[in-house]
């Protein structure tokens, strides 16, 4: 599968150069022209790679990584800037950018940049999250603490391991035979009617809707799917 990465650019003759520049080179490619429509992107839609100029409409390029960041999303960020001071890049870097191209930029330099951090990210794995926010769901996996609304919830501790396991995922289908063998590390008296019910106990829990979820999907015959 091709790798997926998120363009938030609001000069459109960029955009469309560094978006035809990594199509060209077998890349998957969504852009966004603000910050706000990037956030918004960015949480909704599972990427390889987020390419996130600083200066943008509605909500710059730092407030857009913080955002992330504190959400839980560790997808790779190169942040794109005009600005040459060194306080502005290391500002980047300690919000959670991983890495940095100054504009004007040479495109082979950009492209150079981006196979370095999708090697990266493939060889790393996508790290587990520490705290998570969805809808009005917030989800500290360290302390164990949820709420919904300002609610306090209470999640046994099998259904915090599986929510965790379904948000590191999150996009991607994940099976009830990986559930069982990692969730539950494959207990003789498990089966996958288990998983199916600690599903339903999550989304009674945390879901506005339990007959039409937002967030925990099932997909018919191969498993379930976490959309953030």
Known sequence: MNSRILLVEDEPGLVLTVSDLLMNEG???????????????ATSTAFDLIILDVMLPKRNGFDVCRDLRQRGYDTAILMLTAKTQVVDRVVGLKL??????????????LLARVEALLRRVKKEGRAQVRTFEFSDVQVDFESGQVSKGGMAVALAAKELQLLRYLVDRRGKVVTREELL????????????????VH?????????????????IHTIRGKGYRFAP
Request: glycine fraction near 4%; charge should be negative.
């Open 199 to 215: 599903v339903a106990w999550l989304r009674q829990k945390l879901e506005d809707n339990q007959q039409s979820p937002k967030h």
């Open 181 to 196: 063998q990692n969730v539950w590390e494959y207990q003789s008296d498990v089966s996958s009617r288990t998983i199916d």
């Open 96 to 109: 959670g950018a991983d890495d940095y191209l100054n504009k004007p930029f040479d495109p082979s330099e």
């Open 27 to 41: 890349y998957e490619v969504e852009a966004a022209m603000d910050g706000e429509a990037g956030l918004m992107k």
